[in-house]
Antibody
Framework: QLQLQESGPGLVKPSETLSLTCTVSGGSISSSSYYWGWIRQPPGKGLEWIGN???????YYNPSLKSRVTISVDTSKNQFSLKLSSVTAADTAVYYCASSSVFGNWFDPWGQGTLVTVSS | QTVVTQEPSFSVSPGGTVTLTCGLS?????????PSWYQQTPGQAPHTLIYTTNTRSSGVPDRFSGSILGNKAALTITGAQADDESDYYC??????????FGTGTKVTVL
């Protein structure tokens, strides 16, 4: 069964670019059945969808973050990545990666999440 | 910007029934929004409960059920148990590859 695992720096300086990678195991990221997505949760707050990517490279972004977000896929490594530019303290959050079924538009499974703190 | 609204909190007695809702700031929720529901306990990743309005995810107890009630998606917990005390989030698919999470509901069982 699919398993997802986030990795990347836990501390990013303001104005810099946050970069995270999600490694997929138990299945192929080139599957036509899934989108691959990023979701975040600031401390003590709710969940926010960031964006999705299809194995072909098609991307879909939250309009409120679109100008700062890039999601890419590396099929050779079975990974997909998130870049969020010009970060501020408001971008401090637990970042989750998840797969999203093309047949029903739900998120499952989820990675365990990784906390990224934006601070100088 | 579309807002998906949920009740901030609910309290339910053990063995009781509670219905959480998921609505749109403008318009009605239908099955075309593919509503899904997630349970989250502190420090843990969300766990899928319900997808495509009313399909229970594998291993989810049948005390959890999903539906459309009026103009909202709904999650009903029938026979609440202590370990149902969690935060619950809905997600709606808005079309064109866009998703919006609900504001979340904190459920207390006491």
């Amino acid at each position: 069964q699919l398993q997802l695992q986030e990795s990347g720096p836990g501390l990013v300086k303001p104005s810099e670019t946050l970069s995270l990678t999600c490694t997929v195991s138990g299945g192929s990221i080139s599957s036509s059945s899934y989108y691959w997505g990023w979701i975040r949760q600031p401390p003590g707050k709710g969940l926010e969808w960031i964006g999705n990517i299809y194995y072909s490279g098609s991307t879909y972004y939250n309009p409120s973050l679109k100008s700062r977000v890039t999601i890419s896929v590396d099929t050779s490594k079975n990974q997909f990545s998130l870049k969020l530019s010009s970060v501020t303290a408001a971008d401090t959050a637990v970042y989750y990666c998840a797969s999203s079924s093309v047949f029903g538009n739900w998120f499952d499974p989820w990675g365990q999440g990784t906390l990224v703190t934006v601070s100088s | 910007q579309t807002v998906v609204t949920q009740e901030p909190s609910f309290s339910v007695s053990p063995g009781g029934t509670v219905t959480l809702t998921c609505g749109l700031s403008s318009g009605s929720v239908s099955t075309s929004y593919y509503p899904s529901w997630y349970q989250q306990t502190p420090g843990q990743a969300p766990h899928t409960l319900i997808y495509t309005t009313n399909t229970r995810s594998s291993g989810v107890p049948d005390r959890f059920s999903g539906s459309i009630l009026g103009n909202k998606a709904a999650l009903t917990i029938t026979g609440a148990q202590a370990d149902d005390e969690s935060d619950y989030y809905c997600v709606l698919y808005m079309g064109s590859g866009i998703y919006v999470f609900g504001t979340g509901t904190k459920v207390t069982v006491l």
